[in-house]
């Protein structure tokens, strides 16, 4: 039997011991699942408790147990749920009687998801709405993720493409009409306006160049410097825990620290380096490498420092802010510093807090530009990009080719929906849909 057929289970609930766990039941055998384990199908939709018994009839556990027959229902197929204690024990008494139902198996991470996708019950931008939403850490995330989900995307696209098909229908109308003098004429100048304002509408949502991509990805901030000025100390500031072992011995940090934050929303990675210095430690010359080449990647880099400490690197691709530390010694103000350089400075007590406000602050004002404000991307992925600028650049030729003759011109509308069918996954994606449900979790 192919593995569509068959019948899947999983946890669908959080991490084991839990007060409830939820077990999913999907497929064509959901129901005899059901019936073989609660004893009978309670009415559909409707929360029924049922003691849980195995093939041996010996009782697994009192549950509350739902009905979901396909079509309506999460994957389009009957679907079981059986909420139940959620013990270790509990739970392998379920897996263990369900796997003993011919044509029953455990779930591959995302399958729950996938058949939903393949019954149509989700498109393919909404699928990946369901993976950014459970991933989501911040505010912002979660807020973008169900955007996707709930088919922002999805829909415009599905728009665009039944326009073009639309546009292609008048194109492939003035080729069939190429003999009746001034009907091509007629067809395609409306034609050529339809085109024309599919262009302004999918220009302007790739306008916000990489924008939601970075909303998923969260910005990410070095700490560098010299050794022995407390980065490590600032980091654990600025997560208000101790990630970072604090020594006042050099080069104790021997590989990169990362900690993820949540600042007003926005997701952020700090990462705390290894202090750049020349050394013969070949284990410390590892660190300084690894710094070095993190700072590089790194969306913003602070350059840490003490009152006299050594300025940031000329050559570093990344925005860089010099903070100078420890102004609890040298008894200066804290706070943005007077613009004495080309970049922004501040002064910190990293050991008591002071001035760390103030260059929190500084962050989010940063994140906020750097994720384009309050307004929110529709496009999330570098695949979703990529695609719509293959339909610009199909319905731009199409405009350029018509003088050449309308067929060529239809065959670029064609490639440009189809461009929008991949995108939402309807045509010839196999090769990306492994990928993409593989990174969901069981069960989802």
């Known amino acids: 039997m192919h593995p569509n057929d068959q019948t899947i289970f999983a946890l669908s609930s959080g991490r084991l011991p839990s007060a409830i766990a939820i077990i999913r039941v999907s497929g064509s055998q959901a129901g005899i699942a059901l019936e073989s384990l609660a004893g009978k199908i309670p009415t559909p939709r409707q929360a029924t408790r049922a003691l849980l018994r195995d093939g041996q009839a010996q009782p697994i556990d009192d549950a509350v147990v739902l009905w979901f027959p396909g079509p309506a229902s999460a994957t389009g197929e009957d679907v079981a749920e059986l909420h139940v204690h ?20 455990p779930a591959e991470p995302g399958e729950f998801t996938r058949r939903a996708f393949e019954n149509g019950k989700l498109d ?14 911040t505010d912002r995330q979660r807020h973008q993720a169900l955007r996707q989900l709930t088919g922002l995307l999805g829909d415009k696209a599905r728009d665009w493409r039944a326009r073009i098909i639309e546009v292609q229908a008048l194109f492939e109308a003035g080729i069939d009409f190429a003999d009746e003098g001034d009907v091509p004429t007629e067809l395609i100048a409306p034609a050529l306006i339809k085109v024309a304002t599919l262009l302004d509408e999918i220009e302007a949502v790739l306008a916000v160049e990489g924008r939601g991509e970075r909303m998923r990805d969260g910005l990410v901030v070095a700490i560098a410097g010299p050794p022995n000025v407390g980065k490590s100390t600032l980091m654990n500031q600025l997560a208000r825990r101790e990630v970072a072992i604090v020594s006042p011995h050099a080069g104790t940090t021997r590989d990169v620290i990362e900690v993820q934050l949540d600042l007003d929303g926005y997701p952020v990675t700090v990462i705390d380096t290894a202090g750049i210095r020349e050394t013969d430690d070949p284990v410390e010359q590892e660190g300084v490498r ?3 080449a993190r700072a590089e990647a790194a969306d913003l880099v602070l350059w840490l420092t003490d009152a006299d400490g050594v300025s940031p690197p000329d050559e570093s691709p990344a925005p860089t802010w010099l903070v100078r530390n420890k102004s609890d010694l040298d008894g200066s103000a804290t706070g943005m510093a007077p613009m004495t350089t080309t970049i922004p400075a501040f ?5 008591l807090g002071n001035g760390v406000a103030e260059l929190v602050t500084a962050l989010v004002d940063f994140a906020e530009v750097f994720f384009g404000g309050h307004e929110s991307s529709l496009v999330t992925r570098e695949r979703q990009r990529i695609l719509l600028q293959e339909t610009v650049e199909a ?15 239809a065959e670029e509308l064609r490639r440009a929906s189809y461009a929008l069918g991949r995108l939402l996954g ?8 492994d990928l993409i449900f593989r990174e969901f979790c069981i069960g989802k």
């Open 290 to 292: 690894r710094a070095r």
């Open 86 to 105: 959620g013990g270790r024990a509990v739970l392998a008494a379920v897996f263990a009687a369900l796997s003993a139902i011919e044509q029953v198996r």
């Open 347 to 351: 002064r910190i007590s990293a050991a």
């Open 426 to 433: 309807r045509v010839n994606v196999e090769d990306i849909l």
């Open 124 to 137: 393919l931008t909404e699928a990946e709405g369901l993976d950014d939403l459970i991933h989501a850490d």
């Open 395 to 409: 319905l731009r030729r199409s405009t350029t080719v018509i003088d050449e003759g309308e067929e060529l011109a």
